[in-house]
């Protein structure tokens, strides 16, 4: 064996995760000493059955033929998937599944670690992981979600452990479900759902789950095990046919989200849930236990130095891992909201559920199922050969030829505070590109109110003349095109350097007095402590807003937002962690809205009536004491009741101490849970990267408009070519004269070689 290789290895936990890493291990090297320790009996498992993908199979295939084999003859398949939505089934075909029961999955695991000489310790406790590290080379920790070992090292792993919402029970039904089955069930309690899928041709795994506060209201928290089975069956008795189900000591319990902020420390490496979890809405607990298996066996072959091994592993499974675990967040807040979403119509539901992890979307969907999509979208009444992004909305008196905005986006570009030709073809060129709306940057509305000495401003006559130059060229060159302005004032973030010059960093000299709801730094010790707004002061902004908004009025401006996100002085006011003031403008949420709402109330009255007006808002502050998803509901409906035409929801950018949950279209969870609380339209943001993640929300009824930033800047014309690429020319997407003949991608050279002109599958054999 290769020097520095471990060849001593204690593996704590007989789980699927401990034992394929024990098989593949002993694989790699025969005279390996491997030792397992498993504190329950070799048939005790939570939970029925597994699901695999054909990726995860693939790597079992190549790794370990023996196992690969054992499985295969042991799996049941299938490809749809039945939503029953209030009777009404609806099936979605094309998925592909594959699984097996839990208890033989292990077995056939148990036999192979056996054949290779790993020893196996059944309803035996492993012994300490520091004594373990001390007497073995490697320590492997697959001792699942509630990992002794991770525990006992909590400093070193750095371990994040959250609890959510809902309950929920795992129980097995004696005869196989046709398909993977969702269904709900409307109680005088509140809603349940039920989860279900064949593992055997005789079993099915069900799980049943609800909110926490509907399982309380159901009784469920005082019923025994057989009470809750019972109470299932009877609830889901049109799913299970009349028939019972059963337990295996189950449990209520709640879903715990694990992260570490390390996965090694020393000799001693976490694996599987102990590592990591992902919730079971999208069945890939087994399959990362076993991903992860194959990749620290990988590495540890491929890096003869143990810390280099354990880094390797670390590096290439935590990305595949965040990733997953951000589908398998979205999944479950899905299934926390349920039934936020029971009063759309039965297609529009179902599809809503499918593409719930955003890792299925609506061109991945109509791949595996043509026919579904199609139904989908008559439903929804998007018209035949339009996808659903090139439908038209309607805000006010304004119509959107679609559902793109150009979002706002600050270009530091403009000269004491007037746009020029940079914002002429910068939101021309976007204007040109196809998108239904286009959003300037964020326009300030006094000197002292601009975040850098390059922000656009629009409180003098000079700003109003160039600002109208812009809109008329969009208008008259892209006809049909809608230009928004949004206004806002910088507050405590302003009188700092242009981004590329350094971001929120003070300016070295010309600084402004800044101001805010509280005297609060954006960076303690490092930006200029603002002064808190009086009453005078109140009064003066307010009208500054005024007179701003009756100037982009004057400019011709069809839709105007007011800038309530991101830390900014309206933003200010909204959070707890920026109002600590004592007056009528702070304390509670209400009072907090007061300031806000006052400056909506007087823009919104000289704004022209028939044109629609919107607000941007953090939905989050993602900090401690701050704003919360609950707070953004509120903070919605308190702007709708005003007369917001839409709430454009975005999150962060509040304080500096921010801990984003980044991730493709992380925001958008916001934004569909006021939309579909409260019922009023809204403008999703935040990593909508393309037009199939455009045409997933809009479908699903997650958001009535898409902003997209960055994609905008990569390519001007995005929308125009997001039509292209879907073979789409109607009225949603209208190419501009000038440009009609580049509609059309342009071909590219042969890359594809000849075929050859004869194959023989068995080839004579010529002359020796």
């Known amino acids: 064996m290769t020097a520095g290789r471990p060849a001593r290895i204690a593996i704590v936990g007989g789980g699927p995760a401990g034992l394929y890493a024990a098989v593949l291990l002993a694989r790699l090297d025969p005279r390996r000493e491997i030792t397992v320790w498993e504190r329950n009996a070799p048939d005790r498992t939570f939970g029925f059955g597994v699901v695999l993908s054909d990726e995860t199979l693939g790597g079992i295939e190549h790794a370990d033929p023996t196992v690969h084999t054992a499985l295969r003859r042991e799996f049941v398949r299938w490809d749809d998937i039945d939503i029953v939505h209030r009777g009404r089934m609806l099936t979605s075909g094309g998925h592909g599944f594959a699984a097996l029961g839990r208890r033989r999955l292990l077995e056939i695991l148990h036999q192979r670690c056996r054949d290779l000489g790993v020893r196996l310790h059944f309803r035996t406790a492993a012994p300490s992981a520091a004594s373990l590290a001390r007497t073995h080379d490697l320590v492997i920790a697959a001792d699942g979600v509630h990992s002794a070992t991770r525990q006992a090292h909590a400093d070193a792993f750095g371990p994040r452990l959250t609890t959510h919402r809902c309950r929920y029970i ?19 309690h509140g809603v349940l759902q039920l989860h279900g899928y064949p593992y055997s041709p005789d079993s099915s795994t069900v799980i049943v789950e609800a909110r926490e506060e509907v399982w309380r209201r159901a009784g469920l928290d005082h019923r025994t095990e057989q009470e809750s089975t019972d109470f299932c069956a009877k609830l889901f008795a049109d799913a299970l046919g009349g028939r019972p189900l059963r337990g ?19 000799n001693t490496v976490l694996l599987g849930d102990a590592a990591h979890t992902a919730h079971f809405s999208i069945g890939s607990g087994t399959k990362l236990a076993v991903e992860d298996a194959l990749a620290l066996a990988a590495c540890l072959q491929e890096h003869p130095a143990l810390p280099d091994a354990l880094a390797a592993y670390e590096a290439e499974r935590r990305p595949v891992v965040e990733s997953t675990q951000r589908a398998a967040h979205a999944s479950l807040e899905w299934f926390e909201n349920l039934a936020l979403y029971l009063d759309q119509p039965p297609r529009q539901f179902a599809f809503n559920l499918l593409t719930r992890s955003r890792r299925v979307t609506h061109d991945n969907l109509r791949l595996r199922d043509t026919g579904f999509v199609s139904a989908v979208e008559r439903e929804a009444e998007v018209p035949e050969g339009t996808p659903p992004m090139f439908t038209p909305f309607r805000l006010r008196g304004l119509t959107l030829r679609n559902r793109v905005v150009v979002s706002p986006m600050d270009m530091y570009s403009a000269q004491d505070g007037t746009p020029g030709d940079f914002h002429l073809v910068h939101l021309g060129g976007r204007a040109l590109g196809g998108a239904g709306l286009v959003m300037t940057e964020m326009v300030c509305v006094s000197p002292e109110g601009r975040i850098t000495p390059g922000c ?5 006559d000079a700003h109003e003349t160039a600002w109208r130059r812009v809109v008329d060229f969009a208008h008259t060159q892209s006809p049909g095109v809608a230009v928004g302005v949004q206004l806002g004032h910088s507050g405590r973030k302003g009188s700092t350097r242009l981004m590329w010059d350094g971001i929120d960093d003070p300016l070295p000299d010309g600084n402004w007095p800044l101001v805010a709801a509280s005297p609060l730094p954006y960076r303690p010790g490092i930006s200029q402590i603002p002064t808190a707004l009086d009453t005078a002061g109140l009064a003066a902004v307010r009208d500054q807003f005024v007179h701003a908004a009756e100037r982009a009025a004057r400019a011709g401006f069809d839709l105007l937002e007011l800038h309530c996100a991101h830390g900014y002085l309206l933003s200010g006011f909204l959070s707890p962690l920026t109002n600590r003031r004592t007056d009528g403008y702070g304390g509670s949420l209400r009072a907090r ?4 709402l006052e400056v909506f109330d007087a823009v919104r009255a000289v704004w022209p009536r028939e044109s629609p007006m919107t607000v941007r808002i953090s939905a989050t502050d993602w900090a401690d004491g701050g704003t919360t998803a609950e707070d953004a509901v509120t903070i919605a409906a308190a702007f709708a ?24 279209s ?12 409260l019922g009023v339209p809204v403008i999703a943001v935040g990593a909508i990267s393309s037009w199939d993640d455009v045409n997933s929300l809009i479908l699903a009824g997650r958001a009535d408009l898409c902003a997209l930033a960055r994609p905008h800047l990569y390519d001007p014309h995005w929308t ?30 042969r890359t594809d070689g000849p075929k050859p002109r004869l194959a023989l599958e068995h080839p004579v054999a010529g002359p020796a």
Do not use: M
């Open 666 to 677: 992380y925001q958008t969870p916001f934004a569909d849970r006021i939309r579909n609380e």
């Open 456 to 460: 656009a401003g629009l409180y003098e």
């Open 641 to 664: 009741a005003h007369g917001a035409d839409a709430v454009d929801v975005s999150t962060g950018q509040v304080v500096a101490h921010e801990r984003p949950d980044f991730g493709r």
């Open 248 to 266: 295996n000591g189950s449990q209520w319990t709640a879903f715990r989200t694990v992260v570490n902020e390390r996965w090694s420390y020393g």
């Open 720 to 749: 125009l070519h997001a039509a292209a690429e879907q073979e789409y020319t109607g009225p949603g997407a209208p190419w501009p004269l000038p440009y009609r003949a580049g509609s059309r991608k342009p071909p590219t050279g």
């Open 170 to 188: 795992w129980l097995a039904a004696d005869f196989a479900l046709d398909a993977f089955r969702f269904e709900t069930a409307e109680t005088e």
């Open 593 to 596: 809205l007061r300031y806000p």
